[in-house]
């Protein structure tokens, strides 16, 4: 029981921090591990938390009117293919090499952040690029089937950079294309036996609790607060990519 509670809280803490900004598998991930399931497991397992949490802030995203669902729609399909790709392969590739490549990348958004903090608050009108759009939400996808963690980061500065959206609808569009891809993802992971389905409910309880309220937030406190804790989260990503 003690157990399940940990897993619980765990589900709280990483589904607030998945919706707000990305990296909250840094939570789920190490506590699942830390409780006897295997790395391949946990990262199997691990999906069917962020399933439920997607949807769930997905619903009030799209309940608050800030979900653009017909662009959302569009950047769901490169994701779910490159998710689909990367689940595939992630026994093939150095994951090491990967993550440390990754971390040095968060470094270099997290000065972006600070040095250009309009492009993170404010609506903008941009020219939506099509192709480009979809070489770059495939290739997000690809490393969300593949590692997850973080995924949310990528996606969050894509969507600002690429679309022109605030952080908050930001939120709203990414909550929609990870719940798409993670679909097939926890699919592929479940079929070659890499799920405990009993860790993964728990996980997704504690998760659907924590997505609502960081959605909430989002929703009242604005893009400025999101940005906070989106510099945070890439601050501690890189760290934990680079040096753990």
Do not use: H
């Not at 728990?202 to 909430?216: E, K, P």
């Amino acid at each position: 029981m003690m157990n399940f509670f940990l897993l619980f809280l765990a589900g709280v803490a990483s589904g607030f921090i998945n919706v707000l900004a990305g990296g909250g598998s840094m939570i789920s991930l190490p506590a699942m591990t830390f409780l006897g399931l295997g790395l391949d497991i946990a990262n199997g397992t691990n999906r069917i938390s962020i399933l439920f949490q997607n949807l769930v802030a997905t619903v009030k995203f799209f309940k608050g009117n800030v979900l653009d669902l017909k662009r959302a729609l569009f950047l769901a399909i490169p994701s779910t293919i490159g998710a689909i790709m990367g689940s595939l392969t992630a026994v093939s590739v150095d994951k090491e090499m990967l993550q440390k490549t990754v971390g040095i990348i968060f470094l270099v958004l997290s000065v972006f952040i600070l040095w250009k903090p309009k492009l993170w608050v404010e609506q903008r009108k941009v020219k939506k690029r099509n192709l480009l759009s979809f070489i770059v939400f495939l290739g997000i996808g690809f490393y969300g089937g593949f590692l997850q963690a973080g995924v949310g980061i990528f996606l969050m500065t894509a969507l600002v950079l690429l679309e022109g959206y605030d952080l908050v609808r930001t939120n709203a569009v990414k909550v929609f294309v990870i719940f798409c891809f993670t679909i097939v993802s926890l699919t592929i992971f479940a079929v070659n036996g890499k799920v405990d389905y009993i860790a993964g409910l728990m996980l997704a309880a504690g998760s659907v609790v924590g997505a609502y309220l960081g959605a909430n937030a989002a929703l009242k406190k604005g893009a400025k607060f999101v940005r906070f804790i989106l510099f945070f989260m890439i601050i501690a990503s890189a760290l934990k990519y680079l040096f753990f």
